[in-house]
Each structure stands twice: as structure tokens, then as C-alpha cells.
């Protein structure tokens, strides 16, 4: 089966064609960064219309890639949810009009379940039942993953996504957004012992997060310590991330141990994280647990991972109507 996924929920406009729920035949990913960064954030007016700019020309540049005809998609999956209502909209409104237009089925898709299934496009996915970490912009949580569309939340962020703290951390320290990816490279050059932040690793037996405290010391700490030079920066980033990155690698850890799970994901566009990737491998390793991460390409957003989940609802005979609409928040409630 041939779906065409489409993914518009934040800053990014992106396209795919993926076989099967499994082989990428194509996948586009149209960044709007150049156009928020001048605001250090993404502004939802100005991505709105930038989403409706770039959907037309990033589906039929997938389906150009891929090699097929806009005649040979078998049906059409698009994010329906959690994300800025106005961005989301775009997408799920071209998604509908194209599906109807071509006569195929098409279904909304959560962009969560997006993340977590980015791993089974990657030639060697986890085994059910397996535990996944999600960090990205907007969330940080952990996940009993029981199917491609069963899993149970274990526990989550009580205030910043790690995503957010990275941008924060970043922002404050003057160094642009979006923030991760420079924060991870600045914190290669620096010494992560040269300031010390406390890990939040609240209630230790427990998977939910708070990064909130951390991002405030980071900024008390550079309020104090001035002048802060090339140098300053990289510790900092080193030591935010030190701690940050031993925090999750421990929660996800423990959650694969309490689950008696052998198998573990780290999903989301901080899943991109060298240092994270490195921490977690080192202590899954140590704890005889293999860890799945995408591809880089695949750990932030793109419209490949809405394909494969589009995929299975609509191999369930699962499909959206005319009348369902977006939707911005998440849909399960937080643990507690
Ligand atoms: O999954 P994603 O593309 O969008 C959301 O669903 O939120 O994640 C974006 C987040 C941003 O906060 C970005 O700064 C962060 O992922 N990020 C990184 C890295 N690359 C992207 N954070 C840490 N290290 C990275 N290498
Ligand atoms: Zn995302």
C-alpha cells in the first residue's frame, strides 16, 4: 500500500511516500527556521502562511521523488494533532481535498504516535513490547509501546519539553534558534564539570520529568558570572546537557526494567542529540538493553513517520470524515 504522508503541525512543511508502513520512497521536509529565527520562536501567523506557500510545491516534489504518479497513492495519512491549530489546518485541509479529489481514503494521524513509529523505518526496528523515550519540542515522556498503535504513557513532563529547555538554554546564552543542535555542538567543546547543575531527577522510581528548575539556574548562573566568553558558553552547554541527558537516560533505563522490556526507542527531535545518544547507548549497554534511535532525518519532524502510522489505521480499515477536524493539545491525560 502506498500512502502519502503529510505533516504540518509546527515549522516545518514536509511530504512522504512510504510503502507498506516501512519503505521511505520519498520524504521532504521543508524547514521554515530562516523565517522564525529572527523571533527566537516559531510565530503561528507567519507559519500558517508559510505552510500554505510550501504544501503544494513539498507533495509534488515527494511524489516527483518517489517516482509514481499522484494516481498510484493508495490512500493519504496527514497529522491531525497535538500542534498550532492554523499550521495543523493547512495540512489536514490539503490532505482531505487531495483524497477526496483522487477517490482514496485518507485518515488523521496523532503526530506523538508519528514519533514513535519513526523507528519501524529504520531497518532493524524494536521487537513488541518495547519502552520509548519522546523528547522533542513539546514533549517529554515515556511510553509502554505494545503495537504500532497501542502503548501506554508511563510518565511525562511537568512543565518544559526538553526540546524547549534546549532553546531556552540557548536563547539565553545568545546563541540563536532553533537552539538544540548548537547547544549539542557547543557542548562537544566544552568540560561538563566545570559548573554543576543539580539533576532533576525528582521522584527516582517514577518517569516524569521537570526541566523548568534547570533552565532557571542555568540563567541565574550566567546572570552572575559575567562577562560570559566563547568558552563560558561551551561549559555551560556541556554541563546543561551533562545533566540533562544523565536524567533521561536513567528514566528510560528504569522504565525498560520495570516493564522487564529488552528493547528501548528514544523518538523526537532531540532522539538527534549526540550526547544523548552516546549516554543512553553506554548505560542500555551496561543493562543488556538494545536501543532503537531513527535516523537523524527522522528524529525531528517529518511526514515519513505520519505515513507508517497512516499506514496501520488504514490496514485496520480505520478512516477520517469530512467533518473531523484538528485538534492542539494532547490527547491522553498526564499520570500522576
Ligand atoms: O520533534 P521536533 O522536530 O518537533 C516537535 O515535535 O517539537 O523537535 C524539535 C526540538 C527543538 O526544541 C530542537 O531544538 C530540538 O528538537 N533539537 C535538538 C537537537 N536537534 C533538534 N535538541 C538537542 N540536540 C539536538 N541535536
Ligand atoms: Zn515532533
Redesign the pocket.
Known amino acids: 500500500m502506498i500512502v502519502l504522508g503529510i505533516e504540518s ?2 515549522d ?1 512543511t514536509a511530504a512522504a511516500v512510504v510503502c507498506d508502513g516501512q519503505q521511505i520512497r520519498a520524504s521532504v521536509v521543508a524547514s521554515q527556521v530562516a523565517v522564525h529565527g529572527p523571533y527566537g520562536g516559531v510565530v503561528p501567523e507567519l507559519a500558517s502562511r508559510k505552510h500554505i506557500e510550501a504544501i503544494v510545491p513539498v507533495v509534488s516534489r515527494a511524489v516527483a521523488q518517489a517516482g509514481i504518479t499522484a494516481k498510484q497513492i493508495d490512500g493519504v495519512a496527514v497529522t491531525q494533532g497535538p ?1 498550532l491549530v492554523g499550521s495543523l489546518l493547512v495540512g489536514f485541509s490539503f490532505a482531505k481535498g487531495f483524497a477526496y479529489g483522487h477517490g482514496i481514503p485518507w485518515i488523521g494521524v496523532d ?1 506523538l504516535e508519528g ?1 514513535i513509529n519513526s523507528v519501524f523505518l529504520e531497518p532493524a526496528p524494536p521487537p513488541f513490547p518495547f519502552v520509548a523515550l519522546l ?5 517529554t515522556s515515556i511510553y509502554h509501546v505494545t503495537s504500532h498503535l497501542g502503548y501506554q504513557l508511563m510518565g511525562q513532563t511537568r512543565d518544559d ?4 529547555a ?2 531556552k538554554v ?1 536563547k539565553m546564552l545568545g546563541l540563536g534558534y ?4 548548537i ?3 557547543l557542548a562537544a567543546q566544552g568540560d561538563p564539570g566545570k559548573v554543576i547543575f543539580t539533576r532533576p531527577f525528582l521522584d527516582k522510581a517514577r518517569f516524569d520529568f521537570s526541566f523548568s528548575g534547570i533552565k532557571s539556574a542555568v540563567g541565574r548562573h550566567i546572570q552572575t558570572h559575567p562577562p560570559i566568553r566563547h568558552a563560558d558558553q561551551a561549559n555551560i552547554a556541556a554541563a546543561f ?1 551533562a545533566a540533562v541527558v544523565e536524567v533521561l537516560a536513567f528514566k528510560i533505563i528504569h522504565a525498560a526494567r520495570e516493564k522487564g522490556c529488552r528493547h528501548l526507542a528514544v523518538v ?3 532522539a ?5 545518544r552516546e549516554a543512553v547507548a553506554q548505560d542500555a549497554a551496561k543493562a543488556q538493553i538494545s536501543v532503537h534511535f531513527p535516523s ?1 532525518a527522522l ?3 517529518n511526514a515519513a513517520m505520519v505515513a507508517a502510522v497512516g499506514y496501520h489505521r488504514l490496514k485496520a480499515g480505520e478512516r477520517s470524515g469530512m467533518d473531523d477536524d484538528v485538534y492542539s493539545r494532547v490527547k491522553s491525560r498526564p499520570v500522576d
Open positions: 503541525s509546527c516545518e500542534g503526530h514519533h523528547v522533542s519540542g513539546g514533549h519539553a526538553v526540546g524547549e534546549y532553546d540557548a532553533p537552539g538544540g543542535l547547544i549539542d555542538r546537557q523526537g527531535g532531540v538527534a542529540n549526540r550526547g544523548l537523524p528524529c525531528g519532524d
